[in-house]
């Protein structure tokens, strides 16, 4: 019993945690705002449900037939690459036992049911496309104008006090810059693709290897004359299902990991890596997975996005695809690859995700057209809290929608006077040291919303104030265990501080699986060798912890 406690006691240490910090308080009493919020995709239908607890007159207008966002628009075989535990919002989690990922059907039907819990549906007005916001300087509001997808004349709604933006990153497709011209066969992007049946006996050259070019690769090879997977460098690849442990491979992310100086992390990892790759990585398809890792101008796993799909790996190892060079152009017949090869192709089908264009429908150009030039990818100086974007983030490991309701959950507190953000000059400098920082820890041109996924939820955590404390979990160890061990989900913050629901919360925490004991015992071990270090660390002058601590 003294071993799990002094374990637990020594973690939290190594943690260099403010252990007894203040929660934030509200200033004054709660404002009421009226609030327009663009798109009723899961961060919309988040911040629309928040924005709505916490007292304001929110209304949400979204483009398409339902709810749902870029999930109704997406091609038949979606398979989250998150677990369902990992993807749902604190309050609403699935079924107990639910442990796999959802389709495309069973996530809308998800959202579905969360809108009709929280009784939000009457707020959200379908089929209004919105064409312009403006702030009306006169009016002091926003100005919103939609049009229904009829062909209806525009109609303009407000004056609305703030305005959130949750239209989400992929609208415009990231094209190559070499046009198709004399190319005899088909150019598509992944976003016109909805199944694999008219690729059925083609040549087919699918460019990328994101998650979505890992599923579509696995779907068309099955039914393709052949596939050719043009890579311009390698990919860190994971799959949905740990086989060491049957459960989600996002089960394994938690604090006991991230709460490691980024040296100390990227050590630990690395080092199991490269154990497996020698030793462990005996089938064919672990093979594959450790040479597209080990590929030629392939920066560090850490520096990069994951691509959480692996369905692909097969195909390869059947010999129903291929990996080539770095797409260069087209030919007459084909495409051109950096290593100078000519492949024929029927179609070629660009799996190359999308890329930062602005916001049509905002006609301020003092806003930035990428969100990672706003305050925490939400705020700008200029509007502060009149203008909030939710959702715009990409975790390098985590899901989007627990993000995104943190995000929402700190965005209504604001838009409320509850909490305060800091002036101009200071939101200027933090969002300019995100960026540096970013640059710093991900070698990607793309997606440039890349964030860590457990230190950025704590910042905005700490600042709402539900955030776990020390002083909270000290004489519960099993809670303690769990929040350092367990799963990450975002029902961690609702244990504690606004809108809490402890009970629930604890509930979901209680999920299986996750990282196996040996694996505990590898990062306890290399806490333990950075103790000496920590102490150092821990000066304010020489701090250089990842902002994720232990609880």
Known sequence: M????????????????????????????PVRRRVAIIGAGPSGLVALKEFTAAGHDVVCFEATASVGGVFNQSYDGVLLTSSAAVTAFSDFPPAPGTHRHWTKGEYVDYLERYVDHFEIRS?????????????DEARGGWLVTTRGTSGTDPTTHGPFDSLVVCSGLHQMPNLPQAHPTGF??????????????PFAGKRVVVVGLGETGADLVAEIASVAASVVLSLRRGAYVIPRINPRTGYPNDYDSNRLRYALPKWAHDLAVSTCDRAYARWGAARPSDRIRVDLLRRSGSPSPFRRFATKSDNFVDALERNRCRVGAGFVGFTENGVELANGEEVPADVVLFATGFRPAGYAFLDDETVPHCPSQLWRLMYSSKHRERLVFIGFVRPAIGAIPPIA??????????????????EPPQMVRESAERRRAQAASFDEPRPVTLVDWIPYMDDLADRIGCRPRLREVLLRPRLAWRLATGPMVAAQYRLTGPDSAPELAEQSLELPGGMRLRDKLWFLSIHALVAGSALWEALPARRRYRACALV
């Open 123 to 135: 707020r959200i007005h379908l089929e209004h496309r919105v064409e312009q916001a403006h702030f």
């Open 184 to 197: 005899r066969g088909q150019v598509l992007h992944s976003k016109d693709y909805h199944n694999a049946a």
């Open 2 to 29: 003294l071993i799990p406690i002094s374990a637990i006691g020594s973690l939290y240490g190594l943690s260099l945690l403010e252990p007894w910090r203040a929660r934030p308080t509200a200033s004054g009493a």
């Open 405 to 422: 309701e943190v995000q929402a959950r700190y965005a209504a507190l604001v838009a409320s006077g509850q909490r305060q953000l800091p």
